[in-house]
């Protein structure tokens, strides 16, 4: 069964202090990691896809990095709109499946 | 340009009613899915669809029906609600199968079910 781990669950961090967030996952064969932001209230908002391992992504404060075990979402000096939940999910390559596993995300708050 | 379009952003419904959660994309998108998100857990996929006129099930589709008759469409119908659909429900549309998660998302339908 393909699992994928969040870590923290819940982040606070000063404006300013950049920090990583986890997402670990075990599938049968990886067609793709995906992030997402998701704000209070709103859809989930696509970011990133990283399909191999020793990929990189970068797109403002943020970059996705991808091991055979994890992906890291580094943020380099955040801002408080940089506060919301971020998601991860594996698609998996087994049978051509479009059914992905999600994570349960990690809630970051960035203090002014 | 709209995006993602979902109807209603609320409903409450007592159990065993019916109802049709509405979805339109103005994106000429060939995949859209449908989605669940309930507290403490992923988002589960519910059904999806490659293309007009093809449906499939996700993890959870128990439930739910789906029919795509348009590219635009894609209605998912509750035919006897029950409280376990209590949850905050996603539309999503992305440019072909192929990338069916680098997609856009609607804003959420909110379902109580009483």
């Known amino acids: 069964e393909d699992q994928v781990t969040q870590s923290p669950e819940a982040l606070r961090l000063q404006e300013g202090e950049s920090s990583s967030l986890n997402c670990s996952y075990t599938v049968s064969g990886l067609r793709g990691l995906f992030w997402y932001r998701q704000d209070p209230g709103k859809g989930p908002e696509f970011l990133f896809t990283?399909?191999?391992a020793g990929e990189e992504k970068e797109k403002e404060r943020l970059k996705a990095t991808l091991t055979k075990k994890e992906s890291f979402l580094h943020i380099t000096a955040p801002k408080p709109e940089d506060s919301a939940t971020y998601l991860c999910a594996v698609r998996p390559l087994a049978g051509g499946s479009y059914i992905p596993t999600f994570g349960r995300g990690t809630s970051l708050i960035v203090h002014p | 340009n709209a995006g993602v379009t979902q109807t209603p952003k609320f409903q409450v419904l007592k159990t065993g009613q019916s109802m049709t959660l509405q979805c339109a994309q103005d994106?000429?998108?060939?995949?859209m899915s449908w989605y669940r998100q309930d507290p403490g857990m992923g988002l589960r996929l519910i059904h999806y669809s490659v293309g007009a006129g093809i449906t499939d099930q996700g993890e959870v589709p128990n439930g739910y029906n789906v029919s795509r008759s348009t590219t635009e469409d894609f209605p998912l119908r509750l035919l006897s609600a029950a409280p376990s659909q209590t949850s905050v429900y996603f539309c999503?549309?992305?440019?072909?199968?192929?990338?069916?998660?680098?997609?856009?998302f609607g804003q959420g339908t909110r379902l109580t079910v009483v």
């Open positions: 999503a549309s992305s440019y072909a199968a192929g990338a069916s998660l680098e997609a856009f």
């Open positions: 994106m000429n998108h060939e995949y």
């Open positions: 990283l399909y191999s």
